[in-house]
């Protein structure tokens, strides 16, 4: 297997090319190529390409690449859900103040509304023990 290698345009250094060779899926001019994302969910996609650009970027930043690079096109809602999900359950996606990063960017980012279910779920907790507590305390 031959590597294939070019100048590249961001630095003037040699380097493999980009686009991977045959079969593609990589990035052209810091862009997905046109098949970087085929098969790949949302969130997959999405934290490839943030790890690629290696930047924050918008919910339409994000929709705009995930077309570019072979994934159709998919609603601002549909694909804010999504990440939204992905941040809820998984975690290594995370919304700062509207624009998408990886969590391992930001090791101490704790997001607002998770840490207020947190203090929520734990008073939630306090009344009920207190109630169970009262009601063996009358039998």
């Known amino acids: 297997m031959t590597l294939q290698l070019q100048p590249s345009k961001d630095y003037g250094q040699v380097g493999p090319n980009p686009s991977g060779g045959p079969g593609g899926g990589g990035y052209v001019g810091g862009a997905p190529a046109h098949d970087a994302f085929i098969g790949m969910s949302i969130p997959e996609a999405t934290k490839k390409h943030l790890t690629a650009v290696r930047k924050k970027l918008s919910t339409q930043e994000v929709m705009t690449a995930l077309e570019a690079g072979g994934l159709p096109p998919s609603k601002y809602s549909t694909v804010y859900a999504i990440l939204r999900r992905r941040e809820n359950v998984i975690g290594d996606i ?40 009262k009601k063996s305390a009358t039998a």
């Not at 990886?102 to 207190?130: D, F, I, V």
């Open 94 to 133: 995370i919304n700062m103040k509207g624009d998408w990063a990886l969590q391992e960017w930001y090791p101490n980012y704790r997001n607002k509304k998770s840490s207020a279910n947190e203090e929520t779920e734990e008073e939630g907790k306090e009344p009920s023990t207190a109630k169970e507590e």
